[in-house]
């Protein structure tokens, strides 16, 4: 597949290398529409991101997305970045989910809080299952830091991106968090 020069109307994807492998972006014209960690190999994350986004042209990225493309890979090798600030494009996102989100987008790096903590910042503290969901089926990772987001007893959890579990803990280890705490390493 080449890659076209000159983006068109629609939506768009590109993929990077990181500290993790293999990432992915997509854009539209209200922002980016989704965040893809790495699969096995460049030809998987190429083929999730035809999944997830069909139609959507693989381009170079323009200057906001190399700008986006930045932050996020300093993320992923641990440094200081500013996330927090791309704008995600949210149509087609239930409300709750993005209230999540916008939680899950509060929690800094190196710092955690369990599906309750979540549910309880929402105003809703019986509803750390329906976080989990929708952290479950966040397509930003990870600019919405849902590998930040643990289980009852800073136990792991689940992890829905390629390589489950271990991908969770090799994020949350590149960003210091919790480091000899009995149960999350465990």
Not at 20 to 44: F, T
Not at 50 to 70: K, N, S, T
Not at 148 to 167: E, H, N, Q, W, Y
Request: proline share 7%.
């Amino acid at each position: 597949m080449s890659i076209m020069s000159i983006p068109h109307a629609g939506r768009f994807f590109t993929l990077f290398d990181s500290a993790v492998g293999c990432c992915a972006i997509a854009w539209g014209d209200a922002g980016i529409c989704g965040v893809q960690l790495p699969e096995a190999d460049a030809a998987q994350t190429r083929a999730r991101m035809g999944l997830r986004f069909p139609g959507a042209a693989e381009v170079q990225p323009d200057a906001d997305r190399q700008a986006a493309i930045r932050q996020i890979t300093a993320m992923l090798r641990g440094e200081p970045h500013q996330v927090d600030g791309l704008a995600l494009d949210m149509r087609g996102v239930p409300a709750f989910h993005q209230r999540v989100y916008a939680v899950a987008r509060a929690i800094a790096p190196g710092q955690t809080l369990t599906y309750g903590e979540v549910a309880a910042r929402l105003g809703e503290p019986g509803a750390a299952r329906a976080v989990g969901q929708a952290l479950g089926r966040n397509p930003f990772a990870p600019v919405v830091p849902c590998h930040r987001v643990l289980a009852a007893g800073d136990k792991p959890g689940g992890f829905s991106a390629s390589g489950g579990i271990r991908t969770k803990l090799r994020l949350l280890i590149i960003e210091g968090a919790m480091r000899g705490t009995p149960g999350l390493f465990d």
